[in-house]
């Protein structure tokens, strides 16, 4: 079974970035317990004219564990509250899902430890 990567593509209004991170810095994501999920970062990408680009990257050790959470009360509380910040954003966000390639990975190996 290959590992999972969830993305949410978000377009911030420019001069929002503070707040747009501080909620995600703030949040309870109610992640942690769940079962498959590995990790998450929120990461910022290069600045436009009309907006700023971030994404939500998320990995799971399965897409179905990425679905399962979805259907979750976990998923549900965690995003409590999120429709009542629209003036953050230029649109909704773009979902993006991938299946990791199994074999074609590399990971750092510290040498001499």
């Given at each position: 079974?290959?590992?999972?990567?969830?993305?949410?593509?978000?377009?911030?209004?420019?001069?929002?970035?503070?707040?747009?991170?501080?909620?995600?810095?703030?949040?309870?994501?109610?992640?942690?317990?769940?079962?498959?999920?590995?990790?998450?970062?929120?990461?910022?990408?290069?600045?436009?004219?009309d907006h700023v680009?971030?994404?939500?990257?998320?990995?799971?050790?399965?897409?179905?564990?990425?679905?399962?959470?979805?259907?979750?009360?976990?998923?549900?509380?965690?995003?409590?509250?999120?429709?009542?910040?629209?003036?953050?954003?230029?649109?909704?966000?773009?979902?993006?899902?991938?299946?990791?390639?199994?074999?074609?990975?590399?990971?750092?190996?510290?040498?001499?430890?």
């Amino acid at each position: 079974m290959s590992q999972f990567i969830a993305m949410n593509r978000f377009k911030i209004v420019p001069g929002m970035e503070s707040e747009f991170e501080g909620i995600w810095k703030s949040r309870n994501t109610y992640l942690e317990d769940v079962p498959g999920f590995i990790r998450f970062n929120l990461i910022k990408g290069p600045e436009r004219e009309d907006h700023v680009l971030y994404a939500s990257h998320t990995l799971w050790a399965s897409e179905a564990d990425f679905e399962a959470w979805t259907k979750s009360d976990a998923f549900r509380k965690a995003h409590a509250g999120s429709g009542s910040r629209g003036h953050l954003y230029l649109g909704h966000p773009d979902f993006e899902g991938f299946t990791i390639v199994e074999g074609a990975s590399v990971e750092y190996k510290p040498t001499g430890c």
